[in-house]
């Protein structure tokens, strides 16, 4: 069992819409959680981390985790064509650097126009 | 603020050579540096943490002998592919962790090699 699982999409939706993306993780270890942005051929740019449970608004992204559930989740509100791209959620252990990132293996995101 | 350059971005290298690939933090001190494989259409996996000074640490499965990491100072880290072949091929990406009061790692743009 993969310990970070994303559904790979591509997930379509019309400009403007509410996307909500989510990810579920299987190490209890986990407190810290992150998701990256990803355009094709470049590296991973951090959207937004959140420490334990609870939400975390910035702009137009909302990121939420469940540790109960083990469920992890971002919202893009607005949702505009230059968010067309892959998003990575990630778990870690620790926090400080002190190990590296558990990436799910992203979901491909379209924006219609 | 957090920026992480790596050289070069794209690198074709015939088998059995070595290739060095150089990750920076350019704004910022890193103790913690991360190297990273993508496979197309597969996630990022950790390969080893690089620490300033000290051995790196490979995770299960990749070859130390064969990956060779040195964390020469606080803004650089190079990983070395040594004697490549094909199946080496990968987007190899660094991270560089910014030891702030939030646990934020910021990536490098990536290093496309291509082992002919």
């Known amino acids: 069992q993969k310990e970070v699982e994303q559904d790979p999409g591509p997930l379509s939706v019309p400009e403007g819409a509410i996307v909500s993306l989510n990810c579920t993780y299987s190490n209890s270890a986990f407190q810290y959680f992150m998701w990256y942005r990803q355009y094709s051929r470049k590296g991973p740019e951090l959207l937004m981390y959140t420490y334990s449970s609870g939400n975390k608004e910035d702009g137009r992204f909302t990121a939420q985790v469940d540790k109960s559930s083990k469920y992890i989740s971002l919202f893009i509100r607005d949702s505009q064509p230059s968010d067309s791209a892959t998003y990575l959620c990630a778990g870690s252990a620790t926090g400080g650097g002190a190990d590296g990132l558990t990436f799910g293996k992203g979901t491909h995101l379209i924006i219609q126009p | 603020g957090a920026v992480v350059s790596q050289h070069p971005s794209r690198v074709i290298c015939k088998s059995g050579t070595s290739v060095k690939i150089e990750c920076r933090s350019l704004d910022f001190q890193a103790t913690t540096m991360f190297w990273y494989r993508q496979f197309p259409k597969q996630s990022l996996m950790l390969m080893a943490t690089?620490?300033?000074?000290?051995?790196?640490?490979?995770e299960q499965g990749v070859e130390k002998d064969k990956f060779l990491i040195n964390h020469a100072s606080l803004t650089l880290s190079t990983l070395t592919v040594t004697s490549a072949h094909p199946e080496d091929s990968s987007f190899y990406i660094c991270?560089?962790?910014?030891?702030?009061?939030?646990?934020?790692?910021?990536f490098g743009p990536g290093t496309r090699l291509t082992v002919t």
């Open positions: 690089s620490n300033e000074g000290s051995k790196a640490t490979y």
């Open positions: 991270s560089a962790d910014t030891a702030g009061p939030n646990y934020e790692q910021y």
